[in-house]
């Protein structure tokens, strides 16, 4: 059941092309409000299931191309995307058309690739429908797929022109997906808005409940946080006074890729980023430069909303030397050089340039007590 119909939160991402993030309730009837004037064909791109379809009243002015796509991380791959183009090109789509990515992140992120590509660029709205597609994935701009190598290693920066995040699609959320999700948001708590460590460590049971107020602040801080940081550097080019800009949302990345990679895509992604903001707190302290009762606090925080803290299963037989060898390939390494972000203390994050193997496998031994190099 919906809850009473109240003014969405907006929350204007004031980069490039400045846009809104809508969030709230009963909202779907908002979407042609977020296409804009001038649009007269979507294609819907979309995985398959009811949770991801769109009511056909919101969709009454328009032609729709109906673009089906494999569900989850399966979206992500070239061969989906060159579909996508031949479905577009018989269409005849051309730029005063406009694409809707509607699922979690897998299919954002790869229908933002869709919209970046054709025609070098057509407008995408994102209708989210999991927690860390609308704190995360559908904000922002980075759209993209995964290639044999990795993760995420194809894309572009193209910014939606709105994003709905219409919270009572979370009532059909699975409860593991609303808990990854919640592993990207308590990212923003840790790098950003140490209120949101608050608001989960005060109950986290409400914060486990799609339908309580908790969920709705959570969504709007992680938000915030997420436009404030990409507002500042959309490229990723880098931050100003010190701060690492945009590299920031990375926190806990580097090894949560390598993690998803080695195991097929297996392990959910907020759960591999709780995995990897273990390890870096680890590093961190190693370091000398974060408290160890900060470094504890991603432990207890993550764990207390079912994140893991510990090697799951997917992981059995892979040692260090395995993920390190997939980190050499993330974004940020450059040349030898790995890079990770990790902090200095709550919302104060730098980047660790070229750390030594032995510190990383230490931070790992650490972090994973156990665990084989
Ligand atoms: N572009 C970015 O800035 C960015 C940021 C964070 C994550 N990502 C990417 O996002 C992806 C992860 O997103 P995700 O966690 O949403 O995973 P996902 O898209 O794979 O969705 C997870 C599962 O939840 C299901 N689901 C989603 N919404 C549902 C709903 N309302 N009801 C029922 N089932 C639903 C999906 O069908 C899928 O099986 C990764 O590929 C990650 O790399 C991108
Ligand atoms: O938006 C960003 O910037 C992020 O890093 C957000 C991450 O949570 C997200 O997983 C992103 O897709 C990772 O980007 P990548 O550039 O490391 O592939
Ligand atoms: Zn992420």
Redesign the pocket.
Known sequence: MSAPTVDPTTIRVRSGAPYDVLVGHDLTDRLPALLGDGVRRVAVVH?P?A?FALPDEVLAGYEVLDLPVP???AA?AASVLVECWERLGEAGFTRSDAVVAV???????LGGFVAATWLRGVRVVHVP??L??MV??AV?G??GIDTGAG??LVGAFHEPAGVLCDLD??T???AA?LV??LG?VLKCGFIADPEILALVEADPARALDPTSPVVAELVERAVQVKADVVAGDLRETGGIGGHPGREALNYGHTLAHAIEKVTGYTV???EAVALGMVFVAELARLDGRLDPAVADRHRSVLSSVGLPVALPPALDGVGFDDLLAVMRVDKKTRGATLRFLVLDDLAAPTVLAGPSDELLRAAYAAAFPGAPS
């Open positions: 995985a299931g949770p569900d989850g991380e992500k699922g979690g992140g897998a299919t954002t992120d429908t999991s860390l597609a995360d994935a922002g980075k759209t993760k995420n699609r979370l059909t959320l699975p997906e990854s999700g990207e959910r992604h907020g």
